[in-house]
Nanobody, 116 residues
Framework: QVRLVESGGGLVQPGGSLRLSCAAS????????MSWYRQAPGKERELVAN????????NYADSVKGRFTISRDNAKNMMYLQMNSLKPEDTAVYYC?????????WGQGTQVTVSS
């Protein structure tokens, strides 16, 4: 029953911003950490950011530090990724992820394309 549904991707120019959303259902969202991953063409999937269950601690890949912000609203079962100062190298499919009872769950992904 675990469901993770990403939204908010699109085409933006370099320097622009997007906010991605992940809607979670089928588990007690507030008890689990969440992550954003991305996969660029021809590259392996990489971790972008983590957030713990209560939102009190976050971690970011070096490539996005200072530009991206991960957050969550446990009352709404939602996770977000605010992406600012976007670069062409941020182009990728972005995935919501959570490990629930030892199993990794993924959303369907949302495409982010940064291009002029």
């Amino acid at each position: 029953q675990v469901r993770l549904v990403e939204s908010g991707g699109g085409l933006v120019q370099p320097g622009g911003s997007l906010r991605l959303s992940c809607a979670a259902s089928g588990f007690t969202f507030s008890l689990y950490g969440m992550s954003w991953y991305r996969q660029a063409p021809g590259k392996e999937r990489e971790l972008v950011a983590n957030i713990i269950s209560n939102g009190g601690s976050t971690n970011y890949a070096d490539s996005v530090k200072g530009r991206f912000t991960i957050s969550r609203d446990n009352a709404k079962n939602m996770m977000y990724l605010q992406m600012n100062s976007l670069k062409p190298e941020d182009t990728a499919v972005y995935y919501c992820n959570s490990k629930v009872w030892g199993r990794s769950y993924w959303g369907q992904g949302t495409q982010v394309t940064v291009s002029s």
